[in-house]
């Protein structure tokens, strides 16, 4: 039985597939750790997996940003972070790339002595780590112990090769094209970042492991073995070659329970009158930007024939009088067992909003704000199962409009693509990853 070491920085949206895969690695033969800070362990509890308490970052996310709790630096850095979304993509992504030379590398001495010390004592035969993780991916690197890697969001998280650059989007939805002037700076921002972390990086590897060679570039580094993305195989994204194995799991949440009988009722009085219901859930930073939310409830109270579930995280009494016959307003939901029952979805492009979309075959309207929003953004309307609007500028006649064609165009495309999504998932990922870890490397001897 081999021992694998999952190791999560703690944001949900990163913890909670990872934590699915320690259920699915469990399910399919392996004993299974879970390292994160101790607000997750009950991720690792649900999952029957063993828990270790390990911080790797200082930044956190439990759930809603701003009601997480941070120190002064970055409760500010989030702040920041949230007007810059009011200025568009680049100056968000901009930002993103400033704010990550302070918080990228914050403690890699620290991080690689904790995760010395638990490999002494585990053991483990293999780790699996988050591609943003790059601290824990440094130290396992220096440690020279096998390891795969799992992307949570884009797959363009991992480089492709030389010209792609991290944080930089691989291509652009129709709605968002920066002018060149700006495309500029961001690149060399991007590539700044680029040769100061490769600096650095080496820098560590000759200081802490000189027997390691350095890497190449900082944001290239990942498992020689094997990259699972949480993601539909795209033939249009772009893939490193050569490289470690891509596995495309589609998805790596499983679909949660059945919804209790207070949202079946809730659900039952929205569809009164044959209305279709559009749930609204911008992730959990991004519920912050309850201005763009409100625009979108009002599209589709004006002008569809539709109700609105809205998850509005900390700021869901600044919606409140919104609530009312057609809309259901509150701090968070059950976004995948609502899924099952919603005709429509409107979300930022995160990860797992989309591929929880693609899963249930909801049609979405995604208003992209940062990192690989973009992105992910681009393959929602290429691949026909979304459309995209900008959701500094979109007013509510816009998204009405945009949700009306959506659920007449993206129905028959997003039945497709879900039936072949839903043939992979966790279990098909964590059984093709014991497979690499059998026959691409040789277990650790104890």
């Known amino acids: 039985m081999p021992r694998v070491l999952v190791v999560s920085p703690p944001f949900l949206s990163h913890a909670r597939p990872l934590a699915e895969l320690c259920r699915a690695l469990r399910?399919?033969?392996?004993?299974?750790?879970?390292?994160?800070?101790?607000?997750?362990?009950?991720?690792?509890?649900?999952?029957?997996?063993?828990?270790?308490?390990?911080?790797?970052?200082?930044?956190?996310?439990?759930?809603?940003?701003?009601?997480?709790?941070?120190?002064?630096?970055?409760?500010?850095?989030?702040v920041e972070f949230l007007e810059a979304t009011r200025q568009g993509p680049v100056r968000?992504?901009?930002?993103?790339?400033?704010?990550?030379?302070?918080?990228?590398?914050?403690?890699?001495?620290?991080?690689?002595?904790?995760?010395?010390?638990?490999?002494?004592?585990?053991?483990?035969?293999?780790?699996?780590?988050?591609?943003?993780?790059?601290?824990?991916?440094?130290?396992?690197?220096?440690?020279?112990?096998?390891?795969?890697?799992?992307?949570?969001?884009?797959?363009?998280?991992?480089?492709?090769?030389?010209?792609?650059?991290?944080?930089?989007p691989y291509d652009w939805p129709e709605a968002l094209h920066p002018a060149p002037a700006e495309l500029s700076e961001l690149l060399s921002v991007a590539r700044e970042n680029d040769a100061l972390f490769t600096a650095l990086f080496d820098e560590f590897v000759h200081r802490r492991a000189p027997a390691r060679p350095g890497p190449a570039r900082a944001f290239g580094l990942t498992s020689?073995?094997?990259?699972?993305?949480?993601?539909?195989?795209?033939?249009?994204?772009?893939?490193?070659?050569?490289?470690p194995l891509s596995l495309f799991a589609g998805h790596t949440v499983t679909p949660s329970s059945c919804l209790d009988e207070a949202w079946r009722k809730r659900l039952e009085g929205?569809?009164?009158?044959?209305?279709?219901?559009?749930?609204?859930?911008?992730?959990?930073?991004?519920?912050?930007r309850d201005d763009v939310l409100r625009t979108v409830v009002r599209g589709v109270l004006d002008h569809m024939h539709a109700a609105v579930v809205v998850a509005a995280g900390g700021r869901f009494h600044r919606l409140a009088d919104l609530a009312g016959e057609r809309a259901v307003v509150v701090p968070s939901v059950p976004q995948q067992a609502l899924l099952e029952h919603v005709d429509l979805m409107?979300?930022?492009?995160?990860?797992?909003?989309?591929?929880?979309?693609?899963?249930?075959?909801?049609?979405?309207?995604?208003?992209?704000?940062?990192?690989?929003?973009?992105?992910?953004?681009?393959?929602?309307?290429?691949?026909g199962v979304g459309v995209v609007a900008d959701p500094n500028s979109a007013g509510?006649?816009?998204?009405?409009?945009a949700l009306e064609a959506l659920s007449v165009t993206a129905g028959p495309r997003a039945?497709?693509?879900?039936?072949?999504?839903?043939?992979?998932?966790?279990?098909?990922?964590a059984a093709r990853l014991l497979a690499v870890m059998r026959e691409r490397a040789p277990a650790r001897q104890a």
């Open 224 to 243: 020689p073995y094997a990259v699972l993305y949480s993601y539909p195989a795209f033939p249009w994204l772009p893939r490193p070659a050569p490289g």
């Open 415 to 429: 039945a497709e693509l879900a039936g072949q999504v839903r043939e992979h998932g966790p279990r098909w990922g």
């Open 270 to 288: 929205l569809r009164g009158d044959g209305r279709r219901v559009v749930l609204v859930a911008l992730g959990t930073f991004l519920s912050a």
């Open 92 to 168: 968000t992504l901009v930002t993103q790339a400033r704010h990550r030379r302070s918080d990228m590398l914050a403690d890699p001495d620290g991080v690689l002595d904790e995760l010395a010390a638990l490999d002494a004592r585990l053991r483990p035969d293999w780790y699996l780590v988050d591609q943003l993780s790059y601290p824990v991916t440094l130290a396992l690197h220096c440690l020279g112990v096998p390891y795969a890697t799992f992307c949570p969001g884009h797959p363009s998280y991992v480089l492709s090769g030389p010209d792609a650059c991290f944080g930089v």
């Open 27 to 78: 399910e399919n033969g392996a004993e299974v750790w879970f390292a994160c800070t101790p607000p997750f362990e009950q991720l690792a509890r649900d999952a029957a997996a063993h828990f270790v308490p390990l911080a790797v970052t200082r930044n956190a996310n439990t759930g809603v940003a701003e009601a997480t709790q941070q120190d002064a630096e970055e409760a500010a850095r989030l």
């Open 346 to 383: 409107v979300h930022h492009g995160g990860n797992n909003s989309f591929t929880e979309c693609v899963r249930a075959g909801v049609p979405a309207l995604v208003l992209p704000f940062s990192s690989d929003q973009f992105s992910v953004a681009r393959d929602a309307e290429r691949s």
């Open 396 to 401: 509510p006649a816009e998204i009405g409009a």
